[in-house]
């Protein structure tokens, strides 16, 4: 799954537009996010991972990364 989907997923889940969710990101940040930023950095795939940690924060939820099993 590419962060774009992962992203959109989260986002249907809890019912959350992509306008305001440039609108929370603005205001946690103070960068001037708005819908055509968000939605150029995940079409150019350029999103970074602060941002999509910033995403995950205003959604609701942790990242976790865990150790594969071999």
């Given at each position: 799954?590419?962060?774009?989907?992962d992203?959109?997923?989260?986002?249907?889940?809890?019912?959350?537009t992509m306008k305001h969710?440039?609108?929370?990101?603005?205001?946690?940040?103070?960068?001037?996010?708005?819908?055509?930023?968000i939605s150029d950095k995940l079409a150019r795939k350029t999103l970074k991972y602060e941002e999509f940690k910033v995403i995950a924060d205003i959604l609701g939820y942790d990242i976790e990364l865990k150790k594969r099993k071999i």
């Open positions: 799954m590419s962060v774009k989907e992203v959109k997923l989260l986002l249907a889940k809890e019912a959350v969710l440039a609108e929370l990101m603005q205001q946690k940040t103070g960068y001037p996010y708005n819908l055509k930023v």
